[in-house]
């Protein structure tokens, strides 16, 4: 099978790109390489075509598509803190972007597969949150969510395409995934953590730390990824992909010093401190996988000491 996959030297990118060519795909990148990384993929040198350029060159992602039997879009402006200092071009990338690719599998009539956010659930209090619950989002100036917007917007096109032009998709909505790969750099909190504990340095912790999280390995949602696309009753639906094992972060922190046996202090500081104005954070973010679990039998492996494991 041809798959092209956008954002392919990222993070859960570059890991579809490995399980991919591991079961004998074809496989085609385009990457801006602007949160990804030709190191992510340099084990694959040969093996894979890799563009150089923007979801948001229409006539070559026409191209692309056109040669693929299988779209996977990961491509976007991603990271709490990329977002608010990057704002409108992260709106851009994640709406324009995702609609020229959409628009481009409607057109050539290919199955596509696309990457949302549990971040689309905002800070909806109902927990677990399932794939009918409410978004719940802050007001405008709280720039921290024109990520979701922009993300709930994509889905909405995509929706709207498979109604009105048969479009092929699935949507993907995942919660909080890590493993190997995933920079700590634009605000990503456990690869954060570990690298604070493999250097013995402070784990700065902002707020409390009593908000809490599941996480999943991108090994998990990459098997999830791929499941979806193996059958056509997932065509036009969306699913959550998420872990089990609700952490607060100042849990997930602790155990992160024990598992890496560093000498690491917890320190504490407000949100004031770490993000510009227009920052706001949810308490609670819990995903309810019972939809994909009984629809195609996938669920996650991974445990959260398995995934710091895989980490340190
Ligand atoms: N990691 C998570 O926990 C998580 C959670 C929810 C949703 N997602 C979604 O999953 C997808 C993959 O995220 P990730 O964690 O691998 O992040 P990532 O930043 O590692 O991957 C995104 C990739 O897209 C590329 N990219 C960004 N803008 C581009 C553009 N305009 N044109 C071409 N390439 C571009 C980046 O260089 C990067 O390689 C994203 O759509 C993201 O929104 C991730």
């Known amino acids: 099978m041809r798959v092209f996959i956008t954002g392919g030297a990222g993070f859960i990118g570059s890991h579809l790109v490995d399980a991919c060519i ?47 039997d299988l779209v996977l879009h990961m491509a976007a402006a991603l990271g709490v803190k990329n977002i608010m200092e990057h704002t409108i071009e992260s709106i851009d990338r994640n709406f324009t972007g995702s609609e020229i690719v959409l628009n481009a599998s409607t057109q050539f009539n290919k199955r596509i597969i696309i990457a949302s956010t549990s971040e689309i659930y905002g800070k909806n209090p109902n927990q677990p949150l399932n794939e009918e619950s409410d978004r719940v989002v802050g007001a405008p100036q709280k720039i921290r969510w024109t990520y979701a917007d922009a993300k709930a917007l994509e889905e909405a096109v995509a929706h709207t395409l498979h109604k009105t032009h048969g479009l092929k998709v699935t949507i993907v909505r995942f919660f909080n995934t890590v493993g190997p790969r995933q920079t700590g750099q634009y605000g990503m909190v456990v690869p954060r953590f570990v690298e604070a504990a493999l250097k013995n340095e402070d784990i700065v912790i902002y707020d409390d730390g009593s908000q809490s999280r599941v996480f999943c390995h991108v090994e998990d949602a990459v098997r999830a990824v791929l499941n979806l696309t193996d059958t056509d009753s997932t065509i036009g639906d969306y699913f959550n992909v998420g872990g089990t094992g609700e952490t607060t972060i100042k849990e997930l922190a602790e155990k992160i010093i024990e598992r890496t046996k560093s000498s690491s202090q917890i320190k504490f500081i407000p949100y004031t401190d770490a993000y510009p104005e227009g920052f706001e954070d949810m308490q609670r973010r819990v995903p309810d996988i019972t939809k994909i679990m009984t629809r195609i039998g996938w669920e996650p492996t991974h445990t959260l000491e398995s995934i710091i494991d895989s980490l340190a």
Not at 47 to 67: C, F, M, N, Q
């Open 22 to 68: 591991a079961r004998g795909d074809a496989v085609t990148i385009l990457d801006n390489m602007s949160t990804g990384s030709r190191a992510n993929i340099a084990h694959l040198q040969g093996k894979v075509t890799v563009h150089e350029g923007d979801i948001r060159d229409k006539d070559l992602v026409e191209k692309l598509v056109s040669e693929s």
